[in-house]
T-cell receptor
Framework: DTAVSQTPKYLVTQMGNDKSIKCEQN?????MYWYKQDSKKFLKIMFS???????INETVPNRFSPKSPDKAHLNLHINSLELGDSAVYFC???????????FGSGTRLTVV | GIQVEQSPPDLILQEGANSTLRCNFS?????LQWFHQNPWGQLINLFY???GTKQNGRLSATTVATERYSLLYISSSQTTDSGVYFC???????????FGKGITLSVRP
C-alpha cells in the first residue's frame, strides 16, 4: 500500500564494499529522485530520472550509479563505500509537471 | 541556484501554544512544499502550496509568491508535532526540490 517504498531501511557495511538500495513507487509518477540527508539534516538532490532517463546528476562521485529499469523503479548502487557515504538516502517521486513530491521512508547507511 | 532560508532555526513550545514558521526564497517558484520530519526520520508531506492558503486540521500554510515567502502555522501544538520542518522549492525548468536547512521544533508537555 506504501506509495514510495525503499529497501533496506537500514544498511551497515564495511568500507570498500559495494551495496545497492532499491526504490519503487506505485503513484504513476513519471519522475524519480535520490536525495541525501547528511548528519546536519541537510537534504540535497543527487539524481533525477524522468521516464527512465537521467535528467539531473548533481556532482555526485562516479562511485554512485543510479539505474532505472522502468519509470516505477529507481535503484542506487554504490561502489567502494567510504566513511563519508554514511547518511540517510531518500527516494522520491513526482510528476514532472508539478503537483508535489512524495518521499520514501529513507535508508540509513552506516559505513564502518 | 535558488536560496531557501527558514526561520527560526530552533523553536521550543509548551503544549497548546501556537507558532509560525517562515520560509523565504530568492527567486520565483513553481512548487513549494512543507515537510515534517518526525523523530523516526520519516518525511511527511504537509502542504503543496506554490501560492495561496491551505488548511489541514491544526496546520495551515500561506505562500505569497510575489513577495517570495511562505508561512506555516501550527495551532494548539502537541508533542507529536515535534521534529524538523522543511520548506522546499522548485524553480524554473529544473526538476528538483531545493530544501531549506529546516526548523527544529520541540513541543514540551
Amino acid at each position: 500500500d506504501t506509495a514510495v517504498s525503499q529497501t533496506p531501511k537500514y544498511l551497515v557495511t564495511q568500507m570498500g564494499n559495494d551495496k545497492s538500495i532499491k526504490c519503487e513507487q506505485n503513484l504513476g509518477h513519471d519522475t524519480m529522485y535520490w536525495y541525501k540527508q547528511d548528519s546536519k539534516k541537510f537534504l540535497k538532490i543527487m539524481f533525477s530520472y524522468n521516464n527512465k532517463e537521467l535528467i539531473i546528476n548533481e556532482t555526485v562521485p562516479n562511485r554512485f550509479s543510479p539505474k532505472s529499469p522502468d519509470k516505477a523503479h529507481l535503484n542506487l548502487h554504490i561502489n567502494s563505500l567510504e566513511l563519508g557515504d554514511s547518511a540517510v538516502y531518500f527516494c522520491a517521486s513526482s510528476f514532472r509537471t508539478g503537483d508535489g513530491y512524495t518521499f520514501g521512508s529513507g535508508t540509513r547507511l552506516t559505513v564502518v | 541556484g535558488i536560496q531557501v532560508e527558514q526561520s527560526p532555526p530552533d523553536l521550543i513550545l509548551q503544549e497548546g501554544a501556537n507558532s509560525t514558521l517562515r520560509c523565504n526564497f530568492s527567486d520565483s517558484v513553481n512548487n513549494l512544499q512543507w515537510f515534517h520530519q518526525n523523530p523516526w526520520g520519516q518525511l511527511i508531506n504537509l502542504f503543496y502550496i506554490p501560492s495561496g492558503t491551505k488548511q489541514n486540521g491544526r496546520l495551515s500554510a500561506t505562500t505569497v509568491a510575489t513577495e517570495r515567502y511562505s508561512l506555516l502555522y501550527i495551532s494548539s501544538s502537541q508533542t507529536t508535532d515535534s521534529g524538523v520542518y522543511f520548506c522546499a522549492v522548485e524553480s524554473g525548468a529544473n526538476s528538483k526540490l531545493t530544501f531549506g536547512k529546516g526548523i527544529t521544533l520541540s513541543v514540551r508537555p
